[in-house]
């Protein structure tokens, strides 16, 4: 499994970002996708994540509304749409799966709300 992040960066608070994540070494469309995030000295934190069927998506509470997941089957990517951002968003980002037998890991990806 091999999971690469991408988009990250420095944005200004109330502007918007897309990460995306390429998905290799598994069969992409048959997993839930998910999105985490670490901010400095807080543990990691479920953000979003996408079903295998259907499309379903859950969010946490403090995204719901500015933060959007998608999956593109046919590219093995999933994305996270982040918009209305705010210093709070600052964080490392990072792409996961869960296979049945662990957890994978991206190398994430940070992402800086800051005036």
Same mark, same amino acid.
């Given at each position: 499994?091999? %999971? =690469?992040?991408?988009? &990250? &960066?420095?944005? $200004?608070? &109330?502007?918007? %970002? /897309?990460?995306? @994540?390429? #998905? !290799? ?23 979003? =994540? +996408? /079903?295998? +069927? &259907? #499309? +379903? ?11 959007? +997941?998608?999956? *593109?089957? #046919?590219?093995?990517? =999933? ?9 709070? *968003?600052? #964080? =490392?980002?990072? @792409? !996961?799966?869960? *296979?049945? %037998?662990?957890?994978?890991?991206? $190398? ?8």
């Amino acid at each position: 499994v091999q %999971l =690469v992040e991408s988009g &990250g &960066g420095l944005v $200004q608070p &109330g502007g918007s %970002l /897309r990460l995306s @994540c390429a #998905a !290799s070494g598994f069969t992409f469309s048959r997993y839930a996708m998910s999105w985490y995030r670490q901010a400095p000295g807080k543990e990691r934190e479920l953000v979003a =994540v +996408i /079903r295998s +069927i &259907g #499309a +379903i998506t859950n969010y946490a509470d403090s995204v719901k509304g500015r933060f959007t +997941i998608s999956r *593109d089957n #046919a590219k093995n990517t =999933v994305y996270l749409q982040m918009n209305s951002l705010k210093p709070e *968003d600052t #964080a =490392v980002y990072y @792409c !996961s799966m869960n *296979d049945g %037998l662990s957890r994978h890991w991206g $190398q994430g990806t940070q992402v800086t709300v800051s005036s």
